[in-house]
């Protein structure tokens, strides 16, 4: 289980630099304290040996210690240049070493001493003193180390599984839930932990990923579903033309069929083409374009069927997109207008208040209150002027809103002074 792995190696690396840390400072720490303990010891030994010397040089040698079976903690000597043992605090089977700051054994004693030699006069002074206590402060320290320490790891170990385990769970939730998630089920979201730490910024990613999942399966599913209502119409006209042309030789003039296969084909090729820009989406790109040029070079395309198209609000406006995108959108709302007007289109272009507005606007029927919103849905017309013959496949204003809206604008109707409709589109400049 990764969830296990990630956590049991979480807490072994953490134990194991905590372990070393610790061996490297317990170790340290005898050292230090070993130095100076000894330090301690050896500043009492040149002390004694310091003051037996200036003894020596005032009152000559000192007298001998009495007999005892039992070594004492501090043993001085005097001996002569030769070595010959002088004066001692207590009978030595053997003399101390006369070279200065060495460790030696005394006999009859457990522990090891350390010497300290000074030089008085024609005398050496040799002094040691029982390592005993170095020996014993080291044990009385090593023991609550030895024990400390491992007790020390299992805490810290403890804790890290414990705390891994927490920052670990949140995840695990993730990972079940995207198990149980499959194309059919993206609606669904993995939890988003309080927290704003790592893993809720990396589940609030993954949310978004399954939204643009869902919106592209969703994009999928209407493509499917719009082009096989679509499409049904124009394949079955061809097909009935066909029919008619294979049983009834000579009933359709000549020509009709292939004008028949022709128009039809041409008004699939469009229907694909309108639902493949549906399905992708609009991304805008960052380029000026000027709307009042798109809105200009509409209208004289329009003015050619015989309409009256009035320009004069067209004035400058600028906006930043998709150049071919903002085209396809002048030209829907141009095309709409024309195929609904009685004879007259308007079409205008305005800044206003940091914001362009596009207005096409026409003398036919007009758009019901009532139906204002729907118009901007797929497929919907709205009477029989809204036909397929009239040349609409009711994408277009579909088109429309999904183009203005990737680019951050609003698009709305309402009735217009020439009696028809009113499309007002509102583009960030």
Excluded at 146 to 167: C, E, K, S
Excluded at 260 to 270: D, F, G, I, K
Excluded at 321 to 337: C, H, I, K, Y
């Amino acid at each position: 289980m990764a969830e296990a792995s990630v956590r049991l190696r979480t807490t072994a690396v953490a134990v194991l630099v905590v372990a070393v840390a610790l061996l490297l400072g317990a170790l340290a720490l005898v050292a230090l304290m070993r130095a100076s303990l000894r330090d301690g010891l050896e500043a009492t030994a040149e002390q004694r040996a310091t003051g037996l010397a200036e003894q020596i040089a005032v009152s000559g040698l000192p007298a001998a210690g009495p007999a005892d079976d039992e070594v004492d903690d501090l043993v001085w000597q005097v001996a002569s240049t030769d070595g010959t043992v002088l004066r001692a605090s207590q009978p030595l089977r053997e003399p101390l070493p006369t070279e200065d700051r060495r460790s030696a054994t005394i006999e009859g004693a457990d522990d090891r001493y350390l010497v300290v030699s000074s030089d008085a006069q024609d005398y050496v002074v040799s002094v040691a003193v029982s390592l005993e206590e170095v020996a014993d402060s080291t044990a009385a320290l090593v023991t609550p180390l030895v024990v400390g320490v491992p007790a020390l790891l299992l805490l810290v170990g403890g804790t890290v599984w414990v705390v891994a385990g927490r920052a670990l769970a949140p995840i695990e939730r993730i990972r079940r839930e995207v198990e149980e998630i499959t194309g059919d089920r993206l609606d669904r979201r993995v939890p988003e932990p309080r927290s704003r730490d790592e893993v809720h910024r990396m589940a609030r990613t993954m949310n978004q990923m399954l939204g643009r999942l869902e919106d592209a399966r969703d994009r999928q599913q209407r493509f499917v579903a719009d082009a096989s209502h679509e499409l049904r119409s124009p394949l079955a006209s061809i097909r009935q033309a066909a029919e008619v042309a294979r049983d009834h030789p000579g009933a359709l003039p000549e020509g009709d069929l292939a004008d028949a296969v022709l128009e039809e084909s041409a008004r699939m090729q469009r229907l694909v083409s309108q639902l493949l820009l549906l399905t992708r989406g609009v991304a805008a790109a960052p380029h000026d374009v000027d709307l009042d040029d798109l809105a200009l070079a509409e209208a004289r395309r329009v003015a050619r069927t015989g309409l009256e198209v009035d320009t004069a609000g067209v004035g400058a406006g600028r906006v930043r997109g998709d150049p071919t995108a903002l085209g396809q959108v002048v030209r829907n709302l141009v095309d709409n207008a024309a195929r609904h007007a009685e004879g007259q289109v308007a079409v205008a272009v305005r800044s206003a208040g940091g914001s362009v507005e596009l207005v096409v606007e026409d003398d036919g029927l007009g758009v019901p209150v009532p139906a204002r919103e729907r118009v901007f849905e797929r497929f919907v017309r709205l009477d029989e002027a809204r036909t397929r013959d009239a040349g609409g496949s009711g994408l277009g204003l579909a088109i429309v809103k999904e183009i203005v809206t990737a680019h951050g604008g609003t698009v709305a109707v309402s009735s217009s002074a020439l009696g028809g409709a009113r499309f007002v589109v509102r583009l960030p400049s």
